[in-house]
């Protein structure tokens, strides 16, 4: 009798248990002032996003990337050298990360600050949306590396670490 109860018990144990897991847990949203975190990028929208790549006057190259991803650590210091020495091409950074804290944290740790405009994704819109109605093959794969015209048409596209000497065969300097 004693081992029917103990069983019942951990059945009654376990079934609490399943029905606390699979029911949605409601977290109280982050709302963090960019202005609160020394070295924050800016938030902004795929609408703030297209008004930066109408240039009409520079080729954009536009570098997502995130914080936390290995590859987007390599190609950063790449882009960096390439936004020095390309003053003629418009480098746009845009984060993907999520913490903000994290990214300032990131950009705070350079030995200077990149040489090229810096943005932190604000979640309105669809992102992948969005590049996909310029032309883009974009999946989420990071770095993500696009080259558009001085209109903000996209002209070449690529996922993965690039050279420099890759870049420059991209936006037609080589």
């Known amino acids: 009798m004693r081992f029917l109860l103990n069983a019942i018990m ?5 079934w609490l248990a399943l029905r606390v897991m699979h029911q949605p847990i409601l977290l109280a949203r982050q709302t963090v002032d960019p202005a609160t975190i020394p070295n924050a ?12 790549l109408h240039t009409g006057q ?39 990360d ?3 804290q994290a990214l300032a944290s990131y950009l705070s740790a350079k030995s200077a600050p990149p040489a090229f405009k810096t943005f932190q994704y604000n979640g309105a819109g669809s992102f992948a949306g969005y590049l996909k109605n310029k032309g ?3 999946n ?13 048409k996209l002209v070449k596209q690529a996922t993965g670490v690039m050279t420099i000497e890759s870049l420059r065969v991209a936006t037609h300097l080589d």
């Not at 914080?67 to 020495?85: E, G, H, L, V």
């Not at 989420?140 to 903000?152: L, M, Q, T, W």
């Open 140 to 152: 989420g794969g990071i770095p993500y590396i696009a080259v558009f015209d001085r209109n903000g």
């Open 10 to 14: 951990i059945a009654v144990v376990v």
């Open 98 to 100: 999520k913490d903000m």
């Open 58 to 96: 520079k080729e954009t190259v536009l570098f997502v990337y995130t914080s936390w991803c290995t590859f987007c650590k390599k190609q950063f210091p790449i882009m960096d050298d390439f936004a020095r020495n390309t003053p003629s091409i418009q480098i746009i950074g845009f984060s993907l």
């Open 41 to 52: 990028a800016p938030l902004i929208g795929t609408a703030e996003l297209e008004q930066l």
């Open 136 to 138: 883009s093959n974009f």
